[in-house]
């Protein structure tokens, strides 16, 4: 089946690009294409062609060896490397995958493309308004075509001719590393996003339970995806811990399942869910990602993302008292390195408190840091308690486990924590007392 594709050229002009691909039991067996100035003209070409290669024979007859593989375009070595590909893809590679054959060097020959023609394609990617970031992802999902193709298929791939691009790329300011971000939603932020949803909910009973979804990422620290694919077999309730699969890993992330300790309120919001599927959260990340996007929208919340939640959730671990192994067990990070970023400013008085130093000395064994030296405060910051305090409590009552009124004795939270008499709140304002 033939398609067309028009092409902006860098003078501005236009060219039709005209693609064949036959497939035989499941696989492509021929992919030819060429480029032509008028879209009439790529049609004619691609019906002439059809016909011809329609005829008995003429798929055996075709040029094989030598010549077959000096004709194999930067795009054929793409979806031959997703084809191929024994191990699944995932969806932000592959996207960027099927993205990078969209540009004209999808269409040159694998022989004829140097370190030029990629850093040229870097720049026409970063003219399109994505960050250098973005443009380094791009560069590192493409290599690692080129490091299969020559070995695997024989396509002359020259893989020097892409690391020499992307030290170039990175010369030129093209690409950059990622930069972590510190946003962080406020407590505000957070009770217009659950007084919004709830309403959502009640209103719309069908709709995706999105207060309950950001309270789990906040209290379990676990990413948008990691939740959808939580099953209810994964889940250790005597344990309180969940086998999250296919965890983020810089090396392997397909297969690598890692089971992760799940705090007090994480496990109750588990408990509160319907068991109406497989996964504890049967929602896609698109409808999640959509909902969490247009509420910030609608509630003028700026540059707040999904993901943000993570890291709320993590740095509140540190601020409730957590040490380094105990907050690690949690979130899945494997050194201290990756998880210093979220130790939030006054992390050193939460760590130190009586109850922390109390539980740390039971495990004598364990070295923490000198960021997380133990003094003798027996009192958690303000700022720390409050924080958590009023955290939890618009959790509670946004999930319907508390009162509008406060309670008396003071509130326990979640995790079995009191605010010292200075921080009692309202569950869902949290006003002083």
């Known amino acids: 089946m033939g398609s067309i594709i028009k092409r902006k050229r860098k003078d501005g002009s236009a060219a039709w690009l005209a693609q064949i691909a036959i497939r035989r039991a499941g696989k492509t067996v021929w992919r030819e294409n060429r480029t032509f100035e008028l879209r009439s003209t790529a049609a004619a070409w691609i019906e002439k062609r059809e016909k011809d290669l329609a005829k008995p024979g003429a798929l055996e007859n075709l040029p094989i060896g030598e010549t077959r593989r000096r004709e194999v375009t930067l795009g054929d070595a793409i979806d031959k490397y997703v084809e191929d590909s024994a191990k ?7 996207q960027v995958l099927k993205s990078i054959k969209e540009f004209d060097i999808a269409n040159k020959l694998c022989a004829q493309i140097d370190s030029a023609d ?3 394609f870097a720049k026409e990617k970063l003219n399109t308004g994505v960050s250098p970031q973005t443009v380094s992802n791009y560069l590192s999902h493409l290599s690692a075509v080129f490091t299969v193709a020559g070995p695997a298929w024989n396509y002359s791939l020259d893989v020097r001719a892409m690391r020499n691009a992307m030290i170039v790329a990175k010369k030129l300011g093209l690409t ?9 939603p406020t407590l505000a932020e957070l009770d217009q996003l ?8 009640i209103r719309r009973p069908s709709s995706v339970p999105m207060h309950r979804v950001i309270a789990f990422a906040i209290f379990s620290t676990r990413r948008q995806e990691e939740i959808t694919r939580i099953k209810w077999a994964d889940l250790d309730k005597e344990g309180k811990r969940v086998l999250v699969r296919d965890m983020k890993n810089p090396g392997e992330k397909i297969g690598n399942d890692v089971w992760c300790d799940l705090p007090d309120p994480a496990l109750a919001i588990i408990e509160a869910m319907p068991k109406h599927a497989s996964q504890i959260f049967p ?9 969490f996007t247009r509420a910030t929208q609608f509630l003028g919340i700026e540059d707040l993302r999904f993901h ?7 740095s509140r671990l540190f601020e409730i008292g957590y040490n380094v192994p105990h907050a690690a067990a949690v979130s899945g990070h494997r050194s201290w390195t990756s ?5 939030p400013e006054g992390a050193n008085l939460a760590t130190n408190s009586l109850r922390v130093r109390q539980r740390n000395s039971k495990h004598s064994s364990e070295r923490l840091s000198d960021h997380f030296r133990r003094r003798p405060y027996a009192v958690i910051s303000r700022r720390v308690w409050l924080r958590h305090s009023v955290a939890c409590c618009v959790v509670v009552a946004r999930l319907g486990g508390g009162s509008t009124a406060p309670s008396k004795p003071r509130p326990r939270l979640l995790d079995g924590h009191r605010p010292s008499r200075a921080f009692w709140v309202f569950p ?3 006003a002083k007392m």
């Open 339 to 343: 998880l210093k970023r979220y130790t």
């Open 428 to 430: 869902e304002r949290g």
């Open 118 to 120: 990629i850093v040229a």
């Open 194 to 201: 659950m007084a919004h949803f709830l309403d959502r909910s």
């Open 308 to 314: 943000d939640l993570r890291h709320e959730g993590v």
């Open 88 to 94: 699944a893809i995932g969806r932000t590679k592959a």
């Open 176 to 184: 950059q590393k990622s930069r972590h971000r510190d946003r962080r």
């Open 283 to 291: 929602y896609s990340t698109d409808a999640i990602s959509a909902a």
